[in-house]
C-alpha cells in the first residue's frame, strides 16, 4: 500500500501491530511454561488473555478505520521473539531463577516495542480525527504499559535477587527459596529496574 498521507501511516502501523500481537499469543504459552516462578508464570497466562482482548480491540479500529482486518507481518516483533526463543533452547542449561530473570528481560523488550507502538498509532488517530480508534488504543497503551510494570516488580522484588544468588525459582515473595516448581516459565528482567 502506498503512503500518500498519515492516515495510510496509520493503517500500515495499526496492521504491523496486529500481526505483532498475534505472534505474541502464540509466544506467550512458552514463556509461561519454561517460568519457573508461579508469579512470573501467572503474569504470563494473563498477558496472553490480555492479548486477545487487543487483538479484538485492534478489529473494533480496523472498523473504525474503515478497512478489513489485515496482519502486515511484523518484522521487528519477529526478531525479538527469536531472541526470546533463544532462552527457551539454553532452559536446560540455566539455573531456574537467572532463566526467570533472562525471561522478564525478554518479555520487557517486547512490552517496551509494543508500548512505543501504541503511542505512535494512539497520536497518528488522534491526529486523524479517529478519536475513538485513539481511545480503544489508548486503552491498549495503558495495558502494555502495565504489563511492563507488573514485570519490573516481580524482577526488582524478588526474581533478579534470587538469579544473583543462584536461587532456584518457584519462591514466593515472601523472601522463601527453593521449591523449584517442575513448570517451566518464560520471564524477562529488568536490565535497568525500570
Known amino acids: 500500500m502506498p503512503l500518500k498521507n498519515l492516515n495510510d501511516l496509520l493503517i ?15 509466544a506467550l504459552p512458552k514463556m509461561a511454561k519454561a517460568a519457573t516462578e508461579p508469579e ?6 494473563k498477558h496472553l488473555e490480555e492479548t486477545k482482548g487487543q487483538i479484538e480491540l485492534l478489529d473494533q479500529v480496523f472498523g473504525i478505520l474503515g ?6 507481518f511484523c518484522k521487528g516483533m519477529e526478531g525479538l521473539l527469536a531472541e526470546g526463543a533463544e532462552l527457551l533452547e539454553e532452559q536446560e ?19 517496551h516495542y509494543e508500548i512505543a ?3 505512535t498509532v494512539r497520536s497518528y488517530a488522534e491526529q ?3 478519536n475513538d480508534a485513539a481511545k480503544l488504543l489508548q486503552q491498549i497503551l495503558d ?12 524482577a526488582t522484588t524478588f526474581v533478579n535477587k534470587q538469579a544473583e544468588q543462584g536461587q532456584t525459582g518457584g519462591s514466593s515473595t515472601k523472601g522463601q527459596t527453593g521449591g523449584s516448581s517442575t513448570k517451566g516459565q518464560i520471564g524477562s528482567t529488568s536490565t535497568a529496574g525500570a
Not at 67 to 72: I, S
Not at 146 to 154: F, G, R, S
Open 12 to 26: 500500515q502501523e495499526v496492521r504491523d501491530l496486529y500481526s505483532a500481537e498475534k505472534q505474541i499469543t502464540k
Open 40 to 45: 512470573l508464570t501467572a503474569a504470563f497466562e
Open 67 to 72: 478497512v478489513t482486518p489485515r496482519a502486515k
Open 93 to 111: 542449561k540455566a539455573e531456574p531463577a537467572v532463566l526467570d530473570a533472562a525471561l522478564i528481560a525478554a518479555a520487557q523488550k517486547v512490552e
Open 117 to 119: 507502538s501504541y503511542g
Open 128 to 130: 486523524c480525527g479517529f
Open 143 to 154: 495495558q502494555e504499559s502495565m504489563t511492563n510494570e507488573n514485570l519490573t516488580k516481580l
